[in-house]
Each structure stands twice: as structure tokens, then as C-alpha cells.
């Protein structure tokens, strides 16, 4: 049985008087989205690895149905577990008790669970869901565990959960390249989230894959103003191409790239 909320924020005890005040994490659902190559899969998968990595549960949403990332994550050996989203949103309603059977549970990161479409599956595996069923997913992942990153696809017209991702998470990453094109796309897309519920106050710009030779006032001139810039690491991209995004980045390339993750999950959840 998952114990999701063991020793969670959930289970706060008040500190001593005399003790100095200590931050407690904040949890909650982090959506990450952003132009195609951007790296949003990449960037979902590191910030809840930190997570996991410092005891923290957390469940590591694919939206994506058109394009299954969980092989890109980890090979299927690492894998204690094997389900599909697709039988979630396939359900009349979502549940806990549902969310949780069909988690995908690992042999070697006890804090980790993620919830993706199957190798060979797509979005007509399995029939049509709802805005409601997204909706119960969304909030049934939030009694789930502390802490949700949700990879959310970058074509939401036609994607209803990476939509409601978007508008239901408490923090959103909005990553983009540093060229025109990256920002075109962001323009186009926006106006399809003008729903109330989508809050620009929310919303974290970040550049994603910068590589060295684009200088900081090329992607100001591109981006506007960024919270996070993550660099280009051909670590990250040999462990992609790999399929293997839950291993450790050690080599001296990445060394910004983890630092920024670092500062992600401290601004956005408090760790």
C-alpha cells in the first residue's frame, strides 16, 4: 500500500517556542510547459528526481498521449511496475483508490511514482476522456502526494489535460528557447488559456537549452525577463537519448544546469 503522506506537510507538528522558525515546504502541483524542444520532459523529470532524491514523495504526471515519455525516463528493468494513465481517464470517474493501482512504482527511487501512457500506446488506445475526468485526476493527485510535476504537451488545444494542468497547478514553468520561433509559439498558444482559472501571476518564464554561444542579452531580447535560465548539459542530452533521465548528473558540464534545478524547487515548493 503507498503511504504518500508519511512525514508529509501534511503531518506538520508546531515547533518549539524557543526554536527559530522553521520553513516547511510548501508541496503542492508544479505544471511544466513550454514550445516543442524546450525542454519540458527533461526539466520535470530533474526537479522531481531533487525531490524524491531528498525524501520527498512525489507523483511525476506525462500528459503527453501522443507521444509516451516514460521510455525516455528510465529503462524498463528500473520499472518494479507497469500501468497506464490511460486506465484512469478511461474511468466514468477518477478516483484515489484508482490513482494510486495505477501508479508506476520504481525499484530504486522508493519516493517516486509516475503516472504515463504505456510503450506503443496513444490517445486512441483508449476511449475519449472529459474535462471531468482531468478535473478528478488533478484533484485526486493533490490527496495523493505532497508534491505533483506535471509534464504537461506542448499542443494544448486538442490536449484537455495538459490544459487543465496548466490551470489547476499551483506553479507553472513556461519554458521557451532562446529564438523567434520558441516565441512565436508561446504567442499562439496563450490566447487558448484565457480561461479564469489561468493565472499569469503563477508563471515562471524560463529558457530552456540555452547553449554557450547565446549570450544573455540574446535571450533578453528573445524572452523578456527569465527566472531560471538552463543551460545546454550533453550529459542531459546523452541520458535522453539514453532513456535514462533518472540517472545522476555528475560531470562538470552540468553543474548550472543542477544548481538551477535547485533554485527551481526552492522558489517553487520550499526544498
Known sequence: MLNFKKNGIFTRQAPREDAPPKQEPQGGILAVWGSPG???????????????????NVVLLLCDMTAPMLPCICPPSDLESEHSLGSILAAAHV???????????????????ILG?????????????????????????????????ADC????????????????????????NADLKSVSYLSSQLPL????????????????????RQAG???????????FTL??????????????????????DSRQFRKEIEKIAKEVFGV
Do not use: C
Open 38 to 56: 524546450s525542454g519540458k520532459t527533461v526539466t520535470a523529470v530533474k526537479i522531481a528526481k531533487h525531490l524524491a532524491d531528498r525524501k520527498k
Open 95 to 113: 478516483t484515489e483508490p484508482l490513482i494510486k493501482h495505477n501508479l508506476v512504482t520504481l525499484k530504486k527511487h522508493k519516493h517516486l511514482t
Open 117 to 149: 501512457m504505456k510503450k506503443g500506446e496513444n490517445e486512441y488506445t483508449y476511449p475519449p476522456y472529459e474535462q471531468l475526468q482531468a478535473q478528478e485526476l488533478m484533484d485526486g493527485l493533490r490527496e495523493t502526494a505532497p508534491f505533483v510535476v
Open 153 to 176: 504537451g506542448s499542443y494544448i488545444a486538442n490536449d484537455i489535460l495538459s490544459a487543465v494542468a496548466l490551470m489547476e497547478a499551483d506553479s507553472v514553468l513556461r519554458l521557451a
Open 193 to 212: 488559456l484565457r480561461d479564469s482559472k489561468w493565472d499569469a501571476e503563477k508563471q515562471y518564464k524560463v529558457a530552456g537549452n540555452v547553449k554557450p
Open 217 to 227: 542579452e540574446q535571450i533578453g531580447q528573445a524572452l523578456g525577463s527569465v527566472a
Open 231 to 252: 543551460t545546454h548539459s550533453p550529459e542531459l542530452e546523452e541520458q535522453y537519448l539514453a532513456g535514462n533521465l533518472l540517472a545522476d548528473l555528475s560531470l562538470k
